[in-house]
T-cell receptor, first 114, second 116 residues
Framework: DAGVIQSPRHEVTEMGQEVTLRCKPI?????LFWYRQTMMRGLELLIY????????DSGMPEDRFSAKMPNASFSTLKIQPSEPRDSAVYFC????????????FGPGTRLTVT | DAKTTQPNSMESNEEEPVHLPCNHS???????IHWYRQLPSQGPEYVIH???SNVNNRMASLAIAEDRKSSTLILHRATLRDAAVYYC?????????????????FGQGTILTVHP
């Protein structure tokens, strides 16, 4: 298996632009997570899906952020409009059991908003 | 969220054992202890987890105190590739949308430096 796949690996955009980050979980995994990592706040859980349904989005910072999972093999995290403080590394992870056993993380997307 | 306390950094020499401590004095009976590590420029990687008994796998061992208020991750022979940030995390059962699930909350972790 190729593991969790994220794209793009790097994204540089200007403030106010829409940004879409993509994730392909490991085949057969029913749980998907989006995390954000910054130096100041560390690694934060943004949202968690189970069987394509968002279960806990309490970590989503504000309405500018939205996440979807239209099918079991694809998820997106969208920021509209983007702001410089959104600059971070965004990780997607998936799991095949109760979500907090072994989570498999993707390589991350480094987002820079200028 | 239940909290863990880890040293900010530790150092080791290659091929020596490393003991990474973690305190979790507010742990509850249903909380699992998880360890992840993050190598430079990579996503976190699962290392090991346990509830009450000591655990071993191919990567490491986890020693859990009898009162469960502390634990130690043991790398038996450190290599240069083990240099990473090690996170000790409590799996806490959370409820959202009518569903119970185990939530992992990452702290700042311990930066492990391995010297040749």
């Amino acid at each position: 298996d190729a593991g969790v796949i994220q794209s793009p690996r790097h994204e540089v955009t200007e403030m106010g632009q829409e940004v879409t980050l993509r994730c392909k979980p490991i085949s057969g995994h029913d749980y998907l997570f989006w995390y954000r990592q910054t130096m100041m706040r560390g690694l934060e859980l943004l949202i968690y899906f189970n069987n394509n349904v968002p279960i806990d989005d309490s970590g989503m910072p504000e309405d500018r952020f939205s996440a979807k999972m239209p099918n079991a093999s694809f998820s997106t995290l969208k920021i509209q409009p983007s702001e410089p403080r959104d600059s971070a590394v965004y990780f997607c992870a998936s799991s095949d059991r109760d979500p907090s056993y072994e989570q498999y993380f993707g390589p991350g997307t480094r987002l820079t908003v200028t | 969220d239940a909290k863990t306390t880890q040293p900010n950094s530790m150092e080791s020499n290659e091929e020596e054992p490393v003991h990474l401590p973690c305190n979790h004095s507010t742990i509850s009976g249903t909380d699992y202890i998880h360890w992840y590590r993050q190598l430079p420029s990579q996503g976190p990687e699962y290392v090991i987890h346990g509830l009450t008994s000591n655990v071993n796998n191919r990567m490491a061992s986890l020693a859990i105190a009898e009162d469960r208020k502390s634990s130690t991750l043991i790398l038996h022979r450190a290599t240069l590739r083990d240099a990473a940030v090690y996170y000790c995390i409590l799996r806490v059962v959370s409820n959202a949308g009518g569903t119970s699930y185990g939530k992992l909350t990452f702290g700042q972790g311990t930066i492990l430096t391995v010297h040749p």
